[in-house]
């Protein structure tokens, strides 16, 4: 098999696994499984994803990261499925696809711009951006990108990115953050 062929593998191993994720969330209240019958996991950084976030602390003065790897709890799937559902009308098999080209090995990695809206009070100090520019995904007529929004978080000497929200966001807005 060529390399390419065994990421392709891998890329469509990690959209499943992520599926499964958000559907065993969606389906709690009827399933009334725990959350600690998840199947709970985390997306480790590539090794060019590494080097953009480490790129990224140096420019922006933070301490780098000890962990290259992100937890993905249920409480993360909940607010994402929330958010999402009730802002914008996905459902949760086009959440899952969103929240996979996100967190996608081809995803870039870059500082998270200052809102335009005047009235969010999100921190924008230490948050970075899983953007991924190749990959569309397409919701109803519409092509979108998938997009999550990280935080460096500190426990003593460890620091790690910890997911905020994930979201798809337009040509437009793609735009809008490299500007």
Known sequence: MTSQLLAMQAENALAA???ALVD??????SSGLPDSEAPE??????PKQ????????????WARLTTYGVMISVDDVRHILESRMSKDGLTPAEIGLVVAKAYSPRSLVIA???????????????QS???NTQQKVVLGPMKYYGVAVLEIKAE??????????????????KRRIFK
């Open 17 to 19: 696994r992520f599926q």
């Open 41 to 46: 996991f985390g997306y480790l950084l590539t």
């Open 156 to 173: 003593g000497p460890r620091r790690y990115l910890a997911p905020v929200t994930c979201y798809h966001a337009t040509e437009a807005k």
């Open 24 to 29: 065993f969330v969606a389906n709690q209240c």
């Open 112 to 126: 998270n711009p200052p809102s335009q809206d005047s009235s969010s009070v999100r921190r924008s100090d230490q």
């Open 129 to 131: 951006l899983m953007l």
């Open 50 to 61: 590494g080097d953009e976030i480490d790129r990224l602390c140096d420019a922006s003065g």
